[in-house]
């Protein structure tokens, strides 16, 4: 099978902090021929990047937390336990993103950077494109509020015994799919990194 698709028609609904296209479109099909005409709605927010920061001799992890709308659904969980994260600025590449995000969310200064992954977030919806990092900090003196006013970011920053951050996604405390995702590599990666 060639898998292709056709783009019948494409409208911008709105542009702002994030943008939200419509289009029509029509892809071929696994058992033959072409779809009928599919109008969907895609938001783009840009790439972004996230960091796993892990200080290996002292088995801790760097904890975020803070406010997300995404969640208002569940006033509850409102404010989620996330790891650092960011969106890739014009000119800037995936790395850059990651030392920056790393000081101005956590303040914390990266000793050694690793490429875990690329993934798409949620795409049958967004365009969002991540790259999942570890990186490798001292969690001495790590903790404390962070972010930049400018971006009205209130971020409470904390470091755990990567047990306990383990026993949180295991009981379900951590609902955000980034640090889901990077604390599972962990889980298996973990021992290669404290030898």
């Not at 599919?38 to 803070?66: M, T």
């Not at 997300?68 to 850059?96: H, K, S, T, Y």
């Not at 970011?153 to 009981?171: A, N």
Request: glycine share 8%; with cysteine.
């Amino acid at each position: 099978m060639t898998k292709q698709f056709e783009i019948i028609e494409e409208a911008s609904c709105y542009k702002g902090f994030f943008s939200l296209k419509e289009i029509t479109l029509k892809h071929t099909l696994f058992k033959g021929g072409w779809s009928s005409p599919i109008k969907r709605e895609i938001f783009h927010r840009g790439n972004c990047v996230a960091v796993l920061l892990y200080d290996p001799s002292r088995d801790e992890v760097v904890i975020i937390e803070q406010f997300r709308v995404g969640a208002l659904q569940f006033p509850d969980n409102a404010w989620l336990l996330e790891i650092v994260a960011g969106a890739i600025e014009e000119g800037e590449i995936a790395e850059e993103v990651a030392y920056r995000e790393s000081i101005e969310e956590a303040g914390c200064k990266i000793q050694e950077l690793i490429k875990i992954n690329e993934f798409f977030t949620s795409p049958g919806g967004t365009s969002e494109l991540l790259t999942l990092f570890y990186g490798k900090v001292d969690t001495t003196h790590v903790g404390g509020l962070h972010g930049l006013d400018h971006e009205d970011e209130d971020i409470s920053v904390t470091t755990m015994k990567f047990d306990e951050v383990y026993q949180l996604l295991l009981d379900g405390k951590i609902i955000s799919a980034i640090p889901i995702i990077a604390i599972q590599w962990l889980y298996i990666n973990r021992n290669k990194l404290r030898s």
